[in-house]
DNA sequence: ACATCAAACAAACGACTGTTTAATCTACCC
DNA sequence: GGGTAGATTAAACAGTCGTTTGTTTGATGT
């Protein structure tokens, strides 16, 4: 791990375990790539569908080398969103603030969701099945009730989806708060499905529709989302 | 299992796989109990999260009940789909005909939405924690990409997707096929994730907001998918 | 009373699960 | 060189995985 200070000579087992539990900072080439394999097959086969001898194996590392680094395995799966989350909710803050200044405080709706779903659709490497292994997983962990998921989720996106519900509630004003929530809700569920990329819409429409073109995606769910949250206010 | 015609004499273990892959026809209560603590454990969990030993203690049921009924852990998977996606495939067709019929052929888009939807939202029981547990599967097995959850979805939901895009095609004849069916996939993505009812979007509004209240997920995602629907085409 | 057969059963199969141990290797500082 | 912290390793841990086995139960039809 990366700061092992004291070792031992009280109770081992509890402290090697805390030791590990703020494994970060520095680090050799082998916790890198075990956090791209554990990307990819988390992705792929979700967190209880693969097992550490897969990751490790992908990653030509041993077996212990994930305990030794994270752990666990619930801590490979938080300090791989450590990793890969924060640039994303960066970015979007980022745009925000740039088409907000842009506009000279009231930005265009349009610019508000691109900002916000667009380093999602876009940020890390394409995988070869289209789309990104980390918007994949995201989309996975989104659709799931368990405890791990859901903090895991908020802690990386609380803070921007907050910031993003605002800024589309200054942005219509004729458009009551309860009803945003439940359109940004909306829109959440498109987002995580486009990245989820499943297949499903390709097949019912013989590969005319891609969620995996991140452009085209782009092109077509913002002014289908922005139509969406301009409607009326729903009655009562 | 259900058909006990030739006894052996030959490889035993083949021809037992064959006679219980074709486990149906006659039940006892056994099977229903299986698949209803499947349909809750799989939702909760995914179907590499449960064993098939938790689902057997929670039918109350041995351990080789599920190979003797289903043959398998995918074939539980596969019967329940099949008992419980039809269902839900057909109270949509139907309530589109009823729309059709009621508006001389051509029905508003919002009514031909809700049909879609709504039996998706509504039928089966109630969980205690808000939403349907087959709803809850479904979004799983829509965020996955592997091939057996593909295939089941498809043999459930491809024939009355189909149909429903068609009869949005037809309503909406200003709209390009290309844009209505990227519209389509916005909406299965909104649809899954109300479904999902992760609680994420109860947590980003202090609760205000509650996908697993059906009426009013349906009351504020009919207007909001319709004019998403009825949006400008995209240019290009 | 006997035969038949779906249904349920305990027990075991080998393979795989996440985690831990202790030994080994590597590289840098004194 | 010696010392040593950090990284990596093989091996084993106690469980659980999905599946298969051979047998017993209980009801049905003859």
New binding site residues.
Partial sequence: ?????E?SSTS??TA??KR?KQASA??????ERILQAAEHLFAEHG??G???????AAA??????????F??????LEALFAARAAPIAEERMRLLAECTKAADGSPALENILDAFVRPTLTLGPQTPQGGHAFGRLRARLATEPERLARKILAKAFDHSSKMFIEAIVAALPEIPRPDIEWRFHFMLGSMFYTMANSGRIQALTDGRCDPGDAQRALHHMIPFLAAGFRSPPVPE
Same sequence: chains 1, 2.
């Fill in positions: 791990m990366t700061a092992l200070k070792h081992t087992t090697r375990r590990r520095v680090s050799g080439p082998a916790r967190m209880s693969v097992g550490l001898r897969t990751i490790t030509k590392v041993n077996l212990a080398a994930i305990s030794y680094h752990g666990s395995k619930d801590g490979l």
